[in-house]
């Protein structure tokens, strides 16, 4: 299922980890049910909403980035039965191993985009070793701060994502970080307090990586849905708005992690109403 998208000289590759099916008054608990009329025929024949969890492999300037950890083997999504994590089994698809990855590079650290990070052995007591073991890790810093100063969290935070920061792998963040020369952080908080999204700019190409300011094409028209997981309801509203604003009716590419496969489209203006446009593949 692995897509693989030319951007200029790199390459960015949507590798979904898990699937699942979730009723969407689950994701929106706010919104109306009768606002979901107009889009009952984009859900499934079960009138569900079908998630994907995908991580991005980049491959520019000589290294491989990886793009967020999915959910990982251990941990599933709410709801109905989701499909086996096969993250591994997906990048092998476009020829990486774990051991390839220079930098894994986080949009946030909910559970579903940390979970392939670490391996626990028999000895619980002993420190887990990074799957990607010759990478580092880089996190967003607000969102670092956060789970470390929080008692509550899904365990796949606790498990895969702050055990890092006790192996020596990990670096934080802020701001408009440079990952490599062709990608670049671009802080979006609001669906956590360091969400952040990244920029692939290579031969005069472009491709936002969306993180989590979207979750299903619908938003493409209803930016000012709240998820149930925007941390900042605001702020990710208006991180929502400006940057689909900005992305609207433009030659950049969108790598939208959980929109239906290929993952990849654009935003594009119909009569006046911003719609998502999937790639032909
Ligand atoms: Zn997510």
Redesign the pocket.
Known sequence: MATRVRVGDAAITGLVDRQHKLSPEWHYPDVPAADWEPYREMLSDEAMALLN?RAFLVRADGKTILIDTGWGPKHAPPGAAASPARLPQEMAEVDATMDDVDVVVFTHL?A??VGWNLTYGEDEAAAPSPNFRNARYLVPADDWAHYNNIEQMHPNIREQALPLGDLDVLDTFEGEHLVSPSLQALPTPGHSPGHSSFVLSSGGERCFVLG?LA?HPIIAAETHWVHR?DFDPERARAQRERVLGELDDTDTLVAA??FPQPGFGRFVRVDGRREWRPIEI
């Open positions: 969890f909910h579903d985009h989590d979750h997981f992690g959980h």
